[in-house]
């Protein structure tokens, strides 16, 4: 069973402050890491998506993949109070179609 | 860019009827999938197509059918409505595996449907 770990939160942080969103995952032989934003009441909006280790950057956001310790994070600097949602983390593998999705961490950014 | 829609934005049915939930995505994508979502249980999904006439059961397809007869259109039954299917649905699509990665999704707007 692949599983999708995320801290629930709330996260607050204040306004213009980075914040740190983290995912886990449990097989080891996944290869597609996305991060989606969903505000309350709408659908997931895919954000970021990594494939090999390391960073990569997109304005103000940066997502972080470290496969050897199976943990992915996105980083969103100068946050902003329309930041506000739950991003979930979604995990994909080698020979399947699906991702598996985390529950979703809420941001709260207060000006 | 990718557009997904569905049928309704919110549904309000009696228990015992006969529910259709349609999607359309207009950037062909082989591959089209239907979740539920409920507070504190995340998505789940129900079933995917990864063509046309085919499908697959995901992790809670009790209770729930599919049809998919041409490939923008993926279309989810609950052949008898029940109240535990009140949630909200959520339709999304993606190209066609390649390789050894797995494309992203792209989700419709969601219908919202309360069973009474």
């Known amino acids: 069973q692949k599983e999708v770990e995320q801290n629930s939160g709330p996260l607050s942080v204040p306004e213009g402050a980075i914040a740190s969103l983290n995912c886990t995952y449990s097989?080891?032989?996944?290869?597609?890491f996305f991060w989606y934003r969903q505000y309350s009441g709408k659908s997931p909006e895919l954000i970021m998506f990594?494939?090999?280790?390391g960073d990569k950057e997109d304005g103000r956001f940066t997502a972080q993949l470290n496969k050897a310790s199976q943990y992915v994070s996105l980083l969103i600097r100068d946050s902003q109070p329309s930041d506000s949602a739950t991003y979930l983390c979604?995990?994909?593998?080698?020979?399947?179609?699906?991702?598996?999705f985390g529950k979703g961490t809420m941001l709260l950014v207060s000006p | 860019d990718v557009k997904v829609t569905q049928s309704s934005r919110y549904l309000v049915k009696r228990t015992g009827e006969k529910v259709f939930l349609e999607c359309v995505q207009d950037m062909d994508h082989e591959n089209m999938f239907w979740y539920r979502q409920d507070p504190g249980l995340g998505l789940r999904l129900i079933y995917f197509s990864y063509d046309v006439k085919m499908k697959e059961k995901g992790d809670i397809p009790e209770g729930y059918s599919v049809s998919r007869e041409k490939k923008e259109r993926f279309s989810l039954i609950l052949e008898s409505a029940s109240t535990n299917q009140t949630s909200m649905y959520l339709c999304a699509s993606s190209p066609r595996q390649v390789g050894t990665r797995s494309h992203e999704q792209y989700f419709g707007p969601g219908t919202r449907l309360t069973v009474t």
């Open positions: 990594i494939y090999s280790n």
């Open positions: 979604a995990v994909g593998a080698p020979g399947y179609s699906t991702l598996t």
């Open positions: 097989d080891r032989g996944s290869q597609s």
